[in-house]
């Protein structure tokens, strides 16, 4: 656009610099023309001064003859002649005078001899004035040497002529010289100027009619393009309102939402809804839970309590029962070992019995004699029976050695024992009943728990089966609205990728077109700049002759210069008249670089839109799988809790109990990673319990 400016505003630096250089050729030219001219006033110079000196000569002698009065006039005649060479060289220092001051300092520098220099006109004066005095002494000078005199001054006024005559000749031979050898110069000059007329006449004309078809085709070419141009910018208004259009349509299709997001939108919603209601309903059902948990919880607790009265209870008994047994223990001890001593004596009365039945079948009918024999002979096999039996035989001895009322005494114990033994036998027999029924009683419950176990283990693999099917059915679900909300982001981002990379290649294309344009553009103004440049350069410079070389090469001249100028001028007037063109083709150039800017910065925004939708689109699926997280997590609960609904609480204490009453590490540690899987401990609540476990109260070393 600098060079636009330049071109059709104002002057270039090109353009200055030819006028520079322009200028010092005039200059040149100047300085020679006016050296020629300080040697011509040079010459002229020394042709006056021998002129003068003539003059004087001739002055001279006719003072001679002429009387005092005739010689004052003539000797004011001659102060009054001398007056006129300054005169006369005022007339080249006026001439001078018009030049620049670089001009006159040129000639005082080359002109030493000037009028100001010594070989000025002061030497004639002084001339005359010597002249004067010699008169004076020659008419004051005897007759005798007048003669004489007159010859000398006749011979000086000879040489002086002489050498003035010689040095005008010399002075005009030069002088001839130099005007022939100017002329030759300046008939070749002439010639060689009447030569390059006729040259570049034929070249301007060539020039002019290659000009001229140039110009034409010029014509026909910017015709043309500028037919192309205005289809083109009719094609430009049909695509800028095509995309107009497309925009607009873009914008209201971002404007008006789409359908599937519409529908996603609305089908997060119903998840939201559901999800919430389900929350809600469960919150509702773990609220139920918990209450029916605390209520549990209590009645456990006071099952619990009650259960360990009843254990403190049964411990006292079994404590009792235990001593009671102990004691029982050693009266069964007792009495068996009675029984045995007993049965001993049994057998030795049956024997005796039996012996006696035989020696004497009727024992009653014995008198007292047969039976302290008798007695004798019971001593005498309990004495054979102590000899046998050493255990036994203090007991034989005291036996044997027992007085008759002793055995009274004796037989009275053993009725005693008997029904003391009758007794116990009664009261073992009731505890042994007991025993068998309380152990009935236990084996029964054992199997109602065993069965009851069975339906609980049966009962917690459906509730499994059930929470598996349901989770996977969550997780299903789950999968499938996650796949179509990424199928939904994956086919918008593609449709936003694809418009993005519409909107890009059409702004590159319209980026194209137009830097295809500007560059059409610029080769245009630069063509035309070197049109514009041909034209200054085929004009020449305008160069002033030295000296005149007649009527019809001035007409020459003026007719070329002329030709030359309405060329130029005609050539400007074309391009002041294709300027508006040009300017409205840079004002539509412009106004479609800020409509490209516009959308440009439209796509920009669209970008940012969809980038902005996409980072929502983020957000709301990390959202939602939070969401989910919370609600899968929830549901495991609610399982969990379900699923501790319906435990046994008979079967947990008994597990709890078998915890704290088992004395091995390893078998506390299998049991507290069965409590942790039978009530669902969650990773964290494992992981506590594990860290925790070394500083527990059931540890060994608390205990």
């Avoid at 400016?5 to 200055?16: E, V, Y």
């Avoid at 007759?143 to 050498?163: C, M, Y």
């Avoid at 939108?265 to 469960?282: A, C, F, G, T, W």
């Avoid at 001593?341 to 039996?354: F, G, P, R």
Wanted: aromatic fraction near 2%; include cysteine.
């Amino acid at each position: 656009m600098e060079k636009f400016g330049m071109s059709f505003g104002g002057t270039s630096r090109k353009d200055l610099l030819e006028t520079i250089e322009a200028q010092k050729k005039q200059l040149v030219q100047y300085q020679t023309r006016f050296r020629d001219v300080v040697q011509a006033y040079k010459s002229l110079l020394k042709e006056k001064e021998a002129l003068e000196s003539s003059l004087q000569v001739l002055t001279g002698s006719s003072l001679q003859v002429q009387t005092g009065s005739s010689l004052q006039a003539q000797t004011r005649s001659q102060q009054a002649d001398p007056q006129d060479p300054p005169d006369d060289r005022s007339s080249p220092h006026s001439e001078a005078s018009t030049d620049p001051p670089e001009t006159a300092r040129d000639q005082a520098e080359e002109d030493p001899g000037g009028p100001g220099g010594p070989g000025g006109p002061p030497r004639p004066e002084t001339g005359g004035c010597e002249g004067g005095e010699a008169e004076d002494q020659q008419a004051a000078a005897p007759g005798g040497s007048e003669s004489d005199r007159r010859v000398a001054q006749l011979k000086n006024q000879l040489s002086t002529l002489s050498g003035a005559v010689a040095t005008v000749t010399q002075e005009k031979s030069r002088m001839e010289a130099g005007f022939q050898a100017d002329r030759r110069q300046l008939r070749q000059e002439v010639e060689d100027l009447q030569d390059r007329l006729v040259a570049m006449t034929t070249q301007h004309e060539a020039e002019i009619r290659i000009l001229q078809d140039q110009l034409a085709e010029s014509r026909a070419r910017i015709i043309t393009q500028q037919h192309d141009r205005e289809l083109e910018q009719r094609d430009h208004v049909l695509q800028l309102q095509e995309l107009t259009r497309i925009l607009q349509d873009q914008d209201r299709d971002h404007t008006r939402p789409d359908p599937r997001v519409d529908q996603l939108q609305r089908e997060l919603l119903d998840l939201k809804n559901q999800i919430q209601d389900q929350v809600h309903s469960e919150t509702k059902r773990v609220c139920q839970a918990e209450e029916r948990a605390r209520e549990r919880a209590q009645a456990a607790e006071l099952r619990v309590a009650g259960l360990e009265q009843r254990l403190s209870e049964l411990s006292e008994l079994l404590g009792s029962s235990e001593k009671t047994k102990q004691r029982d223990q050693q009266v069964v001890q007792r009495l068996r070992d009675r029984i045995l001593q007993l049965d001993t004596e049994n057998k030795m009365l049956a024997m005796a019995t039996a012996g006696r039945a035989t020696s004497d079948p009727d024992e009653a009918q014995l008198d007292v004699a047969a039976l302290k024999e008798k007695m004798e002979k019971v001593k005498k096999l309990l004495l054979a029976a102590a000899q046998k039996n050493p255990d036994q035989a203090p007991l034989i001895l005291k036996l044997a050695q027992s007085e008759p009322g002793q055995q009274e005494a004796n037989q009275q114990e053993l009725r005693q024992l008997r029904d003391e033994f009758e007794r116990y036998k009664l009261r073992a027999q009731v505890v042994l009943k007991n025993k068998n029924a309380r152990d009935g009683c236990q084996a029964r419950e054992l199997e109602e728990v065993r069965d009851q176990l069975a339906e609980l283990k049966e009962k917690y693999i459906n509730l499994r089966i059930q929470s598996d099917e349901a989770e996977a059915e969550q997780r299903r679900r789950l999968e499938d609205r996650t796949q179509r909300a990424a199928e939904l982001q994956q086919n918008h981002r593609q449709e936003a990728e694809r418009v993005a990379v519409l909107h890009r290649d059409e702004l590159q294309r319209l980026e194209a077109e137009l830097h295809k344009q500007r560059e059409r553009t610029m080769a245009l103004l630069d063509e035309k700049d070197q049109e514009l440049e041909r034209l200054r350069a085929s004009v020449p410079a305008p160069e002033a002759p030295r000296c005149s070389a007649g009527d019809e090469d001035d007409e020459a001249d003026g007719t070329t210069t002329e030709s030359e100028g309405d060329i130029i001028s005609r050539a400007l007037r074309r391009a002041a008249h294709a300027e508006p063109t040009l300017l409205l083709y840079a004002e539509q150039l412009a106004r479609k670089e800020a409509e490209a800017g516009a959308l440009r910065r439209h796509k920009h925004q669209l970008e940012e839109d969809v980038h902005r939708l996409q980072a929502k689109l983020i957000a709301d699926a990390e959202r939602h799988d939070e969401e989910a997280a919370e609600l899968r997590s929830g549901l495991d609960k609610l399982i969990r809790d379900q699923n501790r609904e319906g435990a046994n609480m008979e079967y947990l204490k008994n597990v709890v109990y078998r915890f704290l009453t088992l004395p091995d590490a390893g078998g506390r540690q299998q049991t507290l990673g069965a409590i942790l899987t039978i009530l669902h401990f969650s990773p964290q609540e494992r992981l506590a319990v594990g860290r925790l476990r070394g500083a527990t109260w059931w540890s060994p070393s608390n205990r």
